[in-house]
T-cell receptor
């Protein structure tokens, strides 16, 4: 099973709303990632969790708050977003850091977010 | 940090012809190079990858080559089919702390004309 799942598939929210995106994998992967992707652009890394600890935060505004409750779940809490935050939010996972196949990254289907 | 450049940004080929997409990277610490195919509205899907200790890898109609000295790697698709039409992203990965940092190229929009 090489599947990463994400919910919801689509989300429309106002600038004052609070919402959460969820990501789940049951492949035993210990590294999980959040990316933001605008149309026709490459994914932009936001956060990396490794062994449930935040290891990389790419200077993301505090209105995005990640959480890793356990090794299978990754959340992204959203609050007071701006219209320019509208994008496809992708979750990904990999077995671990390093070489030998452990770093192969698998993407979830994404959540398409629209901020009004 | 790492800088990955990808060319061309758009590519049109006739069905049955070959397509080549090229990427360069800047950081010699990069040791893993995946290629992703992304169809409209879908997730990036890994189609092939190569590690820094290998020069070439092939999987049916898809091949990737890596030149570590020159810091460039390429995707080759032979006998292209209309279903190969998509955006292709290259990436370079560096082990960083306890995770991997992935740096993506800007993408190539491939159109295969029937």
């Amino acid at each position: 099973d090489t599947e990463v799942t994400q919910t919801p598939k689509h989300l429309v929210m106002g600038m004052t709303n609070k919402k959460s995106l969820k990501c789940e994998q049951h492949m035993g992967h210990r590294a999980m990632y959040w990316y933001k992707q605008k149309a026709k652009k490459p994914p932009e890394l936001m956060f990396v969790y490794s062994y449930e600890k935040l290891s990389i935060n790419e200077s993301v505004p505090s209105r995005f708050s990640p959480e890793c409750p356990n090794s299978s779940l990754l959340n992204l809490h959203l609050h007071a977003l701006q219209p320019e935050d509208s994008a496809l939010y992708l979750c990904a996972s990999s077995q671990a850091q390093g070489a030998g196949g452990l770093e192969t990254q698998y993407f979830g289907p994404g959540t398409r977010l629209l901020v009004l | 940090g790492e800088n990955v450049e990808q060319h061309p940004s758009t590519l049109s080929v006739q069905e049955g012809d070959s397509a080549v997409i090229k990427c360069t990277y800047s950081d010699s610490a990069s040791n893993y190079f995946p290629w992703y195919k992304q169809e409209l509205g879908k997730r990036p899907q890994l189609i092939i990858d190569i590690r820094s200790n290998v020069g070439e890898k092939k999987d049916q109609r898809i091949a990737v080559t890596l030149n570590k000295t020159a810091k460039h790697f390429s995707l080759h698709i032979t006998e292209t089919q209309p279903e190969d039409s998509a955006v292709y992203f290259c990436a370079a990965s560096i082990p960083e702390g306890a995770g991997n940092q992935f740096y993506f190229g800007t993408g190539t929009s491939l159109t295969v004309i029937p």
